[in-house]
């Protein structure tokens, strides 16, 4: 099964949203990267976390979100501007939904491999860069949570590139289940 990147999507963290008066300095604004991007053991260059303890680590890495969630979004929030890289994703995605991977999946792309790890769950700055403390219920409800990935050979990736699932180890439930299936 095959896929391929639409926008790889980075931020450092710097930026800063407001959470009931005080500052909350994140990387969630993420920004298209045109041209190749080098995948790092831990991160892609000029990306980071400003929340270290929910996010980043060798097993939340990479942030990928799939393109075809935004049509979902757009009818839902039609006043949210929604470039890619709006959910705070690395690697926007076509065609490599939660429903198609696994923890321990190998995702081939550009020259580097990355390792499907789990979903993504909603937290406060999510909601926050949505303006609605509603938004984690409403990111749960719709089941459209992505996957991080762990980095497993380093790279480079950029845009247009394809996407190569490759399953390893025993079947077991997928993105998509795991997230259903997990209580928050």
Known sequence: MSGRIVSVNVALPGRTLHR?????V?????????GRVRVLPLSLEGDGVGNTKGHGGPRKSVYAYPSEHYAFWRTERPEAELPWGAFGENLTLEGV???DVRPGDRLVVGTAVFGVTQPRFPCATLALK?????FVKEFEAAGRSGFYLTVVGTGEIGAGDVV?????????PDI???????PT
Do not use: H, N, Q, W
Not at 26 to 34: C, D, E, F, M, S
Not at 130 to 134: A, E, I, N, T
Not at 164 to 172: H, N, Q, S
């Open 26 to 34: 994140t990387g969630i604004l993420k920004r298209p990267v045109a």
């Open 176 to 182: 998509a289940t795991i997230f259903r299936e997990t």
């Open 164 to 172: 190569t699932v490759e399953r390893v180890g025993p079947d077991g």
């Open 20 to 24: 009931e008066g005080r500052p909350v």
């Open 130 to 134: 949505f303006g609605r403390d509603s």
């Open 97 to 99: 939904l939660e429903a």
